[in-house]
């Protein structure tokens, strides 16, 4: 199992809170990924980052933002939360170029009431 | 942007049975990967197969590029099995950047 490990597991929290979400890898791998996943969407990319401090937007990355201060660490932040953002968050991490596969950690939920 | 379409979007099965899952997407790809999420939530990454045919144990990919789809075979199948299958791919250019389908889900049941 790839070394990934995401915190916290649940969180319960209400609307107009800051809450961060963090993704800690263990295996040195320079891409790091969140998505989202809601029932009908499958998994949706918020943010993405290919190195340290250099991050970039994916599909669905209004109202979120992310930091990377160390190859291990990637935070998503939601500023303010609302209930639209009530789903369960992916980490995935990979090394660049092709043939590198997505590994992904077992998820966040969040739910935001 | 690219689209994903993954059929059939529910499956039943009985144990041993044999099945095949298929993802069509609307342009060209760079990056093709499918992944089982088991009943936990887990996501597991079964293959990376933007072209040509992959074996593992009892399962199997095979993606046509030019023709803009991947299938993956279920021989044998097993109560294990049982999940929510994702093709996720990657355009040219930009191709860690993955698109998901939205995903078949398997039930086998003994």
């Known amino acids: 199992d790839a070394g990934i490990t995401q915190s916290p597991r649940h969180k319960v929290t209400e609307t107009g809170t800051p809450v961060t979400l963090r993704c800690h890898q263990t295996?040195?791998?320079?891409?790091m990924y969140w998505y989202r996943q809601d029932p009908g969407h499958g998994l949706r990319l918020i943010h993405y980052?290919?190195?340290?401090?250099?991050?970039d937007k994916g599909e669905v990355s209004d109202g979120y933002s992310v930091s990377r201060s160390k190859t291990e660490d990637f935070l998503l932040t939601l500023e303010s939360a609302t209930s639209s953002q009530t789903s369960v968050y992916f980490c995935?991490?990979?090394?660049?170029?092709?043939?590198?596969?997505?590994?992904f950690g077992d998820g966040t939920r969040l739910s935001i009431l | 942007g690219i689209q994903v379409e993954q059929s059939p979007p529910d499956l039943i099965l009985q144990e041993g049975a044999n099945s095949t899952l298929r993802c069509n997407f609307s342009d060209s790809v760079n990056n093709l990967q499918w992944f089982h999420q088991n009943p936990w939530g887990q996501l597991i990454n079964l293959f990376y197969i933007p072209s040509g045919t992959k074996q593992n144990g009892r399962l199997s990919a095979t993606t046509v590029a030019t023709e803009r789809y991947s299938l993956l075979y279920i021989s044998s199948s097993q109560t294990t099995d049982s999940g929510v299958y994702f093709c996720a791919v990657g355009e040219s250019g930009t191709a860690s950047k993955l698109t998901f389908g939205t995903g078949t889900r398997l039930q086998v049941t003994l």
């Open positions: 295996e040195n791998h320079r891409y």
């Open positions: 995935a991490i990979s090394e660049p170029g092709r043939y590198q596969p997505q590994h």
């Open positions: 980052s290919y190195g340290v401090k250099d991050t």
